[in-house]
């Protein structure tokens, strides 16, 4: 990995961590849902970098893709189990971290997932598999009393993409992508009280473009000028401006132009939460860029 690279994302690294322990204190009884959101997202920006997506944060039973939307008016409530997940970017070298707040007694939850992601990092190095890690979180998470999502995943990082090899899966898988130095990815276990398994909800406000061809519709061409400055990274509804934005979304989404990205939950009155540090493969371990 050239000098440059390396160091934009440690940097990255650094100011995600910096905001994310800023942030997390945000998050109580009675606070505003949009106030947080909109407070951390401009923490990003003074910092002088970028948000890699629009900042997460899923309440309960939802565990990831939730963010602020025009009008919200939620606020936090006590018992609340509050995931925040932030990506920034330097140039587009993605830090990608996240941590649990709990807002009722739900202390063992929360240290699942932290225990499940210290047990992966120790791990990290060349020729371990991505199969690996997974048993080790998932055993963590089990040994604890919950269960690990076993529908979500960590991820490579690439410049301006924040879905790429190698997956690593939360539970224990055989096989696997084998680590070699220099990759870049985020490991993020998901504990649950719930049944393990997250589907879509009617919730959609993030969105990606993932196809770079022009649009037909005065509407939809005033949609992707409007992300095109984002190089592929998530957006969010509410940075849109102008009329019949919904409607229009949903017919990018429908022409390939778009990939929407629906709250994922799992069932209703179960708890979830998470923990994510993005590490870089060294020759005897790993760099965690965003400790």
């Not at 055989?174 to 070699?180: F, M």
């Not at 909800?201 to 061809?213: C, G």
Request: glycine share 12%.
């Amino acid at each position: 990995m050239k000098d440059g690279v390396l160091d934009a994302y440690l940097e990255a690294g650094k100011i995600a961590s910096r905001v994310l322990s800023r942030s997390l204190p945000l998050v109580r009884v009675g606070a505003s849902f949009p106030g947080v959101v909109e407070e951390v997202e401009t923490l990003v920006r003074k910092e002088g970098a970028g948000l890699a997506f629009p900042l997460n944060l899923s309440l309960n039973e939802a565990a990831a893709h939730d963010t602020a939307s025009a009008g919200d008016d939620r606020t936090f409530a006590a018992g609340d189990v509050v995931k925040m997940d932030l990506g920034v970017h330097l140039d587009g070298y993605i830090a990608d971290t996240a941590g649990t707040v709990d807002l009722g007694e739900n202390g063992p939850l929360v240290r699942a997932s932290q225990a499940a992601l210290e047990k992966a990092i120790s791990l990290v190095r060349p020729g371990i598999s991505t199969g690996d890690l997974g048993g080790a979180i998932q055993g963590e998470i089990e040994a604890l009393g919950f269960r690990p999502v076993a529908n979500l995943t960590g991820h490579g990082l690439g410049q301006y993409e924040i879905h790429t090899p190698p997956t690593v899966p939360n539970v224990h898988l055989a096989g696997g992508a084998v680590l070699k130095e220099g990759m870049v990815f985020a490991i993020e276990p998901f504990a649950t009280t719930g049944t393990g398994f997250v589907s879509d909800s009617p919730r959609v406000q993030i969105f990606q473009q993932v196809l770079d061809r022009p649009a037909r519709l005065p509407a939809a061409k005033r949609i992707l000028d409007q992300v095109r400055d984002r190089r592929g990274l998530p957006f969010a509804r509410r940075w849109l401006s102008g009329e019949k934005i919904e409607i229009t979304l949903s017919a990018l989404v429908r022409s390939g132009h778009l990939h929407a990205y629906p709250v994922l939950r799992d069932v209703p009155g179960s708890l979830v939460s998470q923990a994510e540090h993005t590490v870089i493969v060294t020759g005897d371990g790993c760099i965690v860029t965003t400790r």
